[in-house]
Structures are given as C-alpha cells and as structure tokens.
C-alpha cells in the first residue's frame, strides 16, 4: 500500500516562497506517477502539476505555470513543489497524490495524503 505525507506548508507573505515535500512509501517509487492538488474552503479541488517519475516529464495547469516547480528526489522518495510569487489566493490545504495518469484530461487518483496548509497573507 502507498501512503503519502504532505510537509512544509506555513504561513507566507505574498510574493514569498514555499517548497512542499511529499514523502512516499513504497517499493516501486520510480514507476509512480505523483501530483499536487489544492483545496481551499468552500472551493472544488484544483489540480496543480503531476509528474511521471520513469520519465521526468512535468505537467502543470496554466495557472501555476512559471511560478511552480515540480520536481523529484529519486533517492528520498520524495516528490517537491517548488511555489514561488505565492499570492493570497493560493492559501489551501495542499495534497499530494499518486495517480494512475495526468495531463491535459485531468487527473486519475489513486491515493492521497492528509495535506499540508499554506496561507498567504500579509
């Protein structure tokens, strides 16, 4: 079973700089296919960036896109969310996931971790 557990969110003043790790259990974490979502108070969840671990290959949505950087540390098993220029309407409970795939189409979950909160605020 893979679990995940979410770390490093906080409080930030707009414009500040967080990294998110998510820490992942599990034998085959090369083969895995991670990504970041958000949910905030009364919103739907907004999916963020995934990436396929075999390949390397980053996805984002276009909102995120140029101020968040996904990335990987094969031996940590550990998957980061680099998220610079953060604006007030970032604050949310951030969560990573392992999904079944990724893209343009949206993601296919498989399991999620608990989450980590990030507030923007002066």
């Known amino acids: 079973e893979v679990q995940l557990a979410e770390s490093g969110g906080g409080l930030v003043q707009p414009g500040g700089s967080l990294r998110l790790s998510c820490a992942v259990s599990?034998?085959?974490?090369?083969?895995?296919?991670i990504g970041w979502f958000r949910q905030a108070p009364g919103k739907e969840r907004e999916e963020l960036s995934c990436?396929?671990?075999?390949?390397?290959?980053?996805y984002y949505v276009p909102s995120v896109k140029g101020r968040f950087t996904i990335s990987s540390d094969n031996a940590k098993n550990t998957v980061y969310l680099q998220m610079n220029s953060l604006k007030p309407e970032d604050t949310a409970v951030y969560h990573c996931?392992?999904?079944?795939?990724?893209?343009?189409?949206?993601?296919?979950?498989?399991?999620w971790g608990q989450g980590t909160q990030v507030t923007v605020s002066s």
């Open positions: 996931a392992r999904l079944f795939r990724c893209g343009e189409l949206g993601f296919e979950y498989d399991t």
């Open positions: 599990g034998s085959s974490f090369g083969d895995y296919v």
């Open positions: 990436i396929v671990l075999s390949r390397g290959s980053p």
